[in-house]
């Protein structure tokens, strides 16, 4: 995508929202996702973006920042949206649209000679470990169940925990992770299971303020139009990531 820049880890975002309209500046913040969120600004999350705001009219810049920080920086009021956000992890100071953008799948991923997989249950007194920021401990599903978690500071600590028997029965994971760190050959499935927990939709986590929520605005209205031009369903399958029309049709 042409118009969207790149910007490095240090971009200052002081007196952003200032100028924002005259600008017509879009400030976006998110880990790189590797498919979705390219370091070089390609991937399909980019490609929705640039095909939502008119580049005659917005700027995209872009800073890949973790995920924790780019939650942060959207819900004070220092950049305008962070990308592939569940509901429940929408917090204070951020808004979401209407319209999702992609479903997300949370799986639990265990060694295979460990465990006979009962659904959720079989959850129940294990050791569970996951990626600080992800807050499964609030999703009603845990909340029946007996068990010990920790909330790691990144993926690779909480595989190497699980993969070295180190305190770790289970890892519970956004499968969009699991498969950006199967695809760069940093991790092996083979000797592992892995079950989907639940499905949800991902969204766009707009910051609560008056730029920005116009943004939210053109987001709904312009994701319609490509769904119904068959463009959407395009760039999905372009992309080699699965088109679930329901998530915008149903809302």
Not at 147 to 153: E, F, H, P, S, T
Request: glycine share 4%.
């Amino acid at each position: 995508m042409p118009f969207i820049h790149a910007l490095c880890l240090t971009l200052s975002f002081v007196s952003f929202f200032s100028y924002a309209e005259e600008r017509a500046m879009i400030s976006v913040v998110t880990p790189e996702y590797k498919g979705y969120t390219n370091a070089d600004g390609s991937g399909l999350i980019f490609d929705i973006l640039g095909a939502v705001y008119d580049s005659q009219k917005y700027k995209i810049k872009i800073a890949f920042v973790p995920w924790k920080r780019a939650q942060l920086l959207v819900s004070k009021k220092k950049a305008h949206m962070m990308l592939g956000n569940i509901q429940h992890n929408i917090i204070d100071g951020m808004i979401r649209p209407k319209h999702p953008l992609f479903v997300e799948q949370t799986g639990a991923i265990y060694k295979k000679e460990r465990y006979q997989w009962n659904g959720l249950e079989s959850l129940s007194n294990k050791h569970l470990v996951w990626v600080r920021g992800y807050s499964y401990n609030k999703r009603p599903e845990l909340q029946k169940l007996e068990y010990k978690y920790d909330a790691l500071n990144s993926f690779p600590i909480a595989w190497n925990r699980l993969k070295n028997d180190r305190h770790a029965d289970v890892l519970v994971s956004s499968l969009t992770e699991l498969r950006i760190y199967e695809s760069l050959d940093y991790i092996d499935l083979s000797d592992f299971e892995v079950n989907v927990l639940w499905s949800e939709n991902a969204y766009i986590a707009f910051s609560d303020e008056p730029f920005s929520k116009k943004l939210a605005e053109i987001y709904d209205r312009k994701i319609i139009d490509l769904l119904e031009s068959g463009r959407l369903k395009a760039m999905f399958l372009e992309a080699g990531h699965p088109f679930q029309e329901g998530i915008w049709v149903n809302q």
